[in-house]
């Protein structure tokens, strides 16, 4: 008899601007996916949590919402924000805190297949992931605003960086460099001129090399890491970064492999207490929703992030395969050079699968 398959319950979110075509596509692949290699089945539950339902009740999550999103295995995200309502953070925010998802995890590489703008760059120069602290730092909401309208009008922004956080998000760091080939960390900081805060982070990042003897540890200020990563992309693995800086490296990382339309972004908790949320990098993209021209390739490898996570590693890495095969052959959207449209990617992966696996 064949070994029973496991199944997983997935929560999809598609939300905003280009989110539910893009979540569709992904719907789409996955299930083909698990059509295809019968090792594992998917059940997806879709929740219109929108800046749209927002505007209507004035929350982004109906009451008992956070509940029913317990009850399964991962979430798939698609975009937040409208044009006419910049709420940014709102609805990710209300689920990243109370989940615990301190880890936001931002792997980028150049496709097969796709080019960097960089010249010097090619495919495997640049396979790079990003551990970003999702928890606190410069983000952490702390300060406030005196003097208001007076010319001595005074506004703190206070980060905030506790031994706690910073050592869970470097532990993570850690782990994730050992399990990636090269076993490189590089910690950016800037401790050199923020005396408290990112001297912490130093700290913690030499406490714990000696528990991780076979990972290389290095040592970035966050200014020189912008001109690392493009002058010696191959220089880098595992990079860690505060909440702010990982938060303007990311999008340059995603840039300079080509596109914003590629990467994705896991919100993870790593206790695994609560479910975990992928989404891909990008935000709602207006100026291109409803045109069925969106790049499905983010929310393509988010998929296969999900189910990395969900233990059906051979799963994500086979899909993620498919994907850059079907760059390989050209059929790329607008944003990496091509004419292809959203469907046409979305056909031509599955077909991959159909065909390959
Ligand atoms: P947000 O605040 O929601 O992150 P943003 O202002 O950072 O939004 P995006 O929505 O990510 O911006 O879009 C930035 C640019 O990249 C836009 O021109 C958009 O059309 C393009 N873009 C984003 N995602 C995709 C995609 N999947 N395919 C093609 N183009 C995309
Ligand atoms: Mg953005």
Redesign the pocket.
């Known amino acids: 008899a064949l070994p029973a398959q496991p199944t997983y319950r997935i929560a999809s979110i598609p939300a905003d ?2 989110g539910p075509e ?1 979540i569709d596509a992904g719907i789409q692949v996955l299930q083909q996916l698990a059509e295809t290699l019968k090792t594992f089945k998917l059940e997806f539950k879709h929740f219109d949590w929108s800046s749209e339902t927002y505007k209507k009740t004035g929350k982004y999550i109906p009451d008992g919402g956070l509940d029913e999103l317990r009850k399964h295995d991962a979430i798939l995200f698609g ?3 409208v044009p006419d309502h ?1 709420s ?1 953070w709102g609805l990710r925010l209300a689920i990243c805190q109370p989940f615990q998802q301190y880890a936001n995890v931002r792997p980028t590489k150049v496709f097969r297949g796709t080019q960097s703008p960089l010249r010097t760059c090619n495919t495997g120069d640049l396979d790079w992931v990003i551990i970003r602290e999702n928890s606190e730092g410069e983000y952490a909401g702390h300060g406030g605003r005196s003097h208001v309208g007076k010319p001595w009008e005074t506004a703190t922004e206070v980060a905030i960086f506790t031994r706690h956080s910073v050592e869970r998000i470097m532990r993570f760091a850690f782990e994730t460099a050992q399990s990636r080939p090269r076993k490189l960390l590089t910690v950016v900081t800037k401790s050199n001129a923020q005396r408290n805060g990112m001297v912490l982070w130093d700290e913690v990042a030499k406490e714990m090399s000696a528990e991780f003897p076979d990972v290389t540890v290095d040592k970035m200020l966050v200014d020189a890491m912008t001109t690392r990563m493009v002058l010696k992309p191959e220089s880098l693995d595992t990079i860690v970064a505060s909440n702010l800086h990982a938060d303007i490296l990311s999008d340059l990382a995603a840039a300079l492999a080509g ?3 590629i990467a994705p972004t896991s919100n993870l908790d790593p206790t695994r207490e609560n479910p975990s949320m992928f989404e ?1 990098i ?7 929703t409803g045109m069925g ?4 390739v ?1 929310t393509f490898w988010t998929a296969a992030e999900m189910l990395g996570w969900l233990g059906e590693e051979e799963a994500g890495r086979k899909l993620l395969d498919c994907v850059e095969n079907v760059c390989e052959k050209g059929v790329l ?3 990496l050079g091509g004419k292809a449209t959203t469907k046409e990617v979305t056909e031509a992966v599955c077909d991959e699968i159909r065909s390959t696996l």
């Open positions: 601007g280009i893009v975009a937040v924000d910049i940014l596109s914003i339309g891909p990008h935000g709602s993209a207006f100026d291109i021209i969106a790049n499905p983010a959207t607008r944003d």
